[in-house]
């Protein structure tokens, strides 16, 4: 039990429904972060920005078709503002550290 000051926590129950939309985005979600975990080196395409997300996929080019899509399936302000530059091997996919350039040229100022 959450105890805080005089006031006891406890969980607000799910409806049926929320608890099957709940059922389904994590389903959702489970099926999106499966398969090998790659570095996508990302730039914003108006401000030049640059800036590094986790993917997953079988391989490269299907971790970057997953980064443009989303977890919705649509994903067109991600296409239309972001550019993946290059896409490195992970080490470690709890601190996103790269290894070897797989995909792409391999950029003077990385983020990491």
Do not use: E
């Not at 395409?45 to 989303?70: D, E, L």
């Amino acid at each position: 039990m959450n105890v805080t000051g005089d006031f006891v926590l406890k969980p607000t129950k799910l409806t049926r429904d929320q608890a099957c939309a709940a059922k389904r985005m994590w389903a959702r979600f489970q099926a999106h972060t499966t398969g090998n975990t790659y570095v996508l080196y990302v730039q914003n395409r108006t401000s030049n920005h640059a800036f590094r997300v986790m993917g997953h996929g079988k391989n490269p080019w299907q971790a970057v078709r997953r980064y443009y899509k989303g977890l919705d399936n649509k994903g067109n302000w991600v296409w239309q503002c972001t550019k993946v530059v290059a896409v490195y091997s992970c080490v470690c996919d709890k601190s996103t550290q790269a290894g070897d350039l797989l995909v792409g040229q391999a950029q003077d100022r990385a983020p990491w």
